[in-house]
Structures are given as structure tokens and as C-alpha cells.
């Protein structure tokens, strides 16, 4: 089975703090996505990222940066943390080949930012 | 960003109650899948549709790809309390490595 895993399912921020959120996917996926969940607005996908080294952004990339070294893990990079960041941060990973191309998620972080 | 319009946005029925859900766009899209999110965790694929007019099953649940290849539905025939949960739909366009998502269906069961 695939699995995606997030470094936390919790954690507690002040606002200014740098936030570091992790992800590891165990299937050797090229595909890693990072999503916010918001009641109401779904899944909003923030940076994707195709490729070591790779990454675009996606429909809310503002106040997040990305890095991917290796393979497996992709981490979300919040700068400066501010409250409106306050969410629910999920994980995916996929193939590459657009005919298996099922996003596998992680748990999910959820992030409060006081 | 596009998004897909997913409806309803919530649902409260009784056990045993079959559900509907169904999304639509104005794209067209390759791929639709359905997922569902338990409380607390990521969400999980139930069904994945690639061709317009397909049909699949999966237990108790049942998809749709539209002939139009812009809708999407599924159904939940005798609903049970271990189907309380968020339904989200994705789409993937054409040539695209990421998905849509809509905006999710919070269904609720009363026992």
C-alpha cells in the first residue's frame, strides 16, 4: 500500500515563526502536491512539485515556499507564519504517467497560528 | 483558481437513506475521481472514472463520468454510519498533472 506520511498532525505557531511541514511518500512517486483545506472551499492546491529540484505553484502559492531534495520528501515552507494561515495542510503524491495519475494523501497537518 | 461545482454542500439523512452527489464544470475534463475524507485524516479514493459515459461500482457506491465529460455523480445506496464523512470530487484536465477539486459534501447520518 502507498503510503504518505506528515511529520505532525498538530502543531501550535506564533505569528512571525517560520513553519517547516513534512512529507514523505514511500512509492517512489514523481508527483508531490501540498493542499490547505478550508470549510467551504475544498481543496486548494498551494506547490506542486514533478521532479527533485521541481516545483510550480499552484492557485495559492503566497506566503509559502517549497523544497524538494529528494525524491520522497517535499516540505511546505511557511516564511512568516500569520494567522489567515491558520488550516488544514494535506499531503498527496502521484505517478507521473497521466493514466495511473491517483493522488495518495497523508493524514494531514493541522496548523494553528495564534 | 478553477474549482469544481460540487453540490450539495451538506447532507443529513437517515440510516439506511440512499445519497446523491454530483459535481459539474465548464471544462471538460479527462478524468474524474471521487474521494472521501473520514474525520481527522487524509482524503482516500473511492472511484476513479477516465472514460466519458463509464459506469463504476464499488460496493455500495456507485459513479458516473458524464457523456459530456463536464459532470460527475455519485451515489451511496443504504447509507450506514461508517459512511459519515466529507465527499470531495476532482477532476483532471487534459495533459495536466494536478487535479480540481470541489468544494466537498459533509454528509451526516442519523442513526
Known amino acids: 500500500d502507498v503510503k504518505v506520511t506528515q511529520s505532525s498532525r498538530y502543531l501550535v505557531k506564533r505569528t512571525g515563526e517560520k513553519v517547516f511541514l513534512e512529507c514523505v511518500q514511500d512509492?517512489?512517486?514523481?508527483?508531490m502536491f501540498w493542499y490547505r483545506q478550508d470549510p467551504g472551499l475544498g481543496l486548494r492546491l498551494i506547490y506542486f512539485s514533478y521532479d527533485v529540484k521541481m516545483k510550480e505553484k499552484g492557485d495559492i502559492p503566497e506566503g509559502y515556499s517549497v523544497s524538494r531534495e529528494k525524491k520522497e520528501r517535499f516540505s511546505l515552507i511557511l516564511e512568516s507564519a500569520s494567522t489567515n494561515q491558520t488550516s488544514m495542510y494535506l499531503c498527496?503524491?502521484?505517478?507521473?504517467?497521466?493514466?495511473?495519475?491517483?493522488?495518495?494523501f497523508g493524514p494531514g497537518t493541522r496548523l494553528t497560528v495564534l | 483558481g478553477q474549482q469544481l461545482n460540487q453540490s450539495p454542500q451538506s447532507m443529513f439523512i437517515q440510516e439506511g437513506e440512499d445519497v446523491s452527489m454530483n459535481c459539474t464544470s465548464s471544462s471538460i475534463f479527462n478524468t474524474w475521481l471521487w474521494y472521501k475524507q473520514d474525520p481527522g485524516e487524509g482524503p482516500v479514493l473511492l472511484i476513479a472514472?477516465?472514460?466519458?459515459?463509464e459506469l463504476t461500482s464499488n460496493g455500495r457506491l456507485t459513479a458516473q463520468f458524464g457523456i459530456t465529460r463536464k459532470d460527475s455523480f455519485l451515489n451511496i445506496s443504504a447509507s450506514i454510519p461508517s459512511d459519515v464523512g466529507i465527499y470531495f470530487c476532482a477532476g483532471q484536465l487534459w495533459g495536466a498533472q494536478k487535479l480540481v477539486f470541489g468544494q466537498g459534501t459533509r454528509l451526516t447520518i442519523n442513526p
Open positions: 472514472l477516465y472514460k466519458a459515459g
Open positions: 512509492m517512489d512517486h514523481e508527483n
Open positions: 498527496a503524491s502521484s505517478w507521473a504517467d497521466p493514466s495511473t495519475d491517483t493522488q495518495y
